[in-house]
């Protein structure tokens, strides 16, 4: 690591606007894969449902299994002015009310109601930095969101106006624990085509829950990364899962929400899960930070300057994480959420 890694503005790179997908490919197995090995230095260009033939057999895949929920509500003012409410989580605090952002032309004060369509009612109960905290007047909410509310796609794809195909394009088809605002992506392209051939290599998986909220995509504001705060996030590992973890000894974590988790149980040394708890991660993986839980990762091609490219970067370093994403450019891979996928095996 130099001192490079650690400014801001050195994890910048012109991407094309054509190669920002805004739609998944058909067949979600379909998609590029570029494998990069970094004993060997590398790299192969295939597609995803070659994924089996590049890991090791009897090697354990964990993924995030949190599913996304419809969180955007679109409604009306009491004066007939356009409102949207973002619920930012399904779990309501203490006093049960649920914390969400809500956009409107207007101040917005304790009190205030919105309306929705079939007599939903929000009315905001309390203020604090910025965020909202609002009860509703239904206690079916989330039967209510599914057939009401707006899947929240990232801003970068058709300006983040979902329609009802994201509904399910969205979501991985392991997807089961409610709470995230964001889809674990790199999770994607897997489909059970591609999870029959793992198993054919007697490769296995291991479902942990991280609930992905906003701060995923909060970009970083300090030119030097050690001072930036990263948001926090709730995770959680039953206890079978957890042994799966334990008795393996090659481990390929799927996306960076799954990384996140196996390094925040990770102590340098082994892991060390308390299984059965939900806790809270705001961990930062960047060049410097020694990841020490996984094998490999399986990715998406991420934002320039955003903390899931200085993740990448803390397991193959900043310059070859660029080069790799050049490769990528080059050869017309897809970027972003619905984009193409990569796969970082860090030994032989």
């Known amino acids: 690591m130099s001192d490079r890694d650690l400014i ?3 994890y910048d790179f012109d991407l094309p606007s054509e190669l920002i997908a805004d739609r998944p490919i058909p067949g979600r197995h379909n998609s590029k894969l570029l494998v990069y090995k970094a004993a060997s230095n590398e790299v192969i260009h295939d597609h995803f449902y070659n994924l089996a033939s590049y890991l090791p057999e009897e090697s354990l895949l964990v993924v995030n299994q949190s599913k996304v929920f419809p969180c955007r509500l679109i409604g009306k003012k009491k004066t007939g002015g356009k409102c949207e409410i973002f619920l930012l989580t399904t779990t309501p605090n203490d006093k049960g009310f649920l914390k969400a952002l809500i956009k409107t032309s207007s101040k917005k004060n304790i009190g ?12 905001i109960k309390d203020i604090q930095d910025g965020n909202f905290f609002v009860q509703f007047n239904k206690e079916d909410l989330l039967d209510y969101l599914e057939q009401n509310a707006k ?13 009802e195909l994201d509904k399910s394009d969205y979501q991985t088809v392991f997807a089961k624990d409610v709470g995230s605002v964001a889809a674990p992506t790199a999770g994607l392209h897997f489909t059970e085509d591609v999870f029959k051939s793992l198993e054919n290599r007697s490769i296995s998986r291991a479902e942990v ?6 701060g995923t995509f909060a970009p970083v504001k300090t030119d030097n990364l050690q001072d930036h705060k990263m948001h926090s996030e709730n995770y959680y590992v039953d206890s079978e899962n957890k042994e799966k973890i334990l008795n393996h000894k090659k481990i390929f974590a799927v996306g960076t929400t799954s990384l996140r988790v196996l390094e925040s149980c990770h102590n340098g040394e082994e892991f060390e899960i308390t299984p059965n708890e ?14 020490k839980s996984i ?45 193409d996928s990569m796969l970082i095996l860090r030994d032989e």
């Open 8 to 10: 801001l503005s050195n």
């Open 295 to 339: 094998n490999g990762l399986v990715t998406n091609f991420h934002l320039p300057k955003s903390t899931l490219l200085m993740l990448v970067s803390s397991l193959i370093g900043r310059e070859k994480t660029l080069e790799l994403y050049k490769e990528a450019i080059d050869n017309q891979y897809r970027f972003f959420s619905y984009g």
């Open 151 to 163: 899947i929240p796609i990232p801003p970068y794809i058709r300006n983040g106006e979902s329609d």
């Open 209 to 214: 829950t991280l609930h992905v909220g906003l």
């Open 278 to 291: 939900m806790k809270e991660t705001s961990i930062f993986l960047h060049p410097g930070v020694d990841v």
């Open 112 to 123: 205030d109601q919105f309306f929705f369509e079939d007599g939903l009612v929000a009315e």
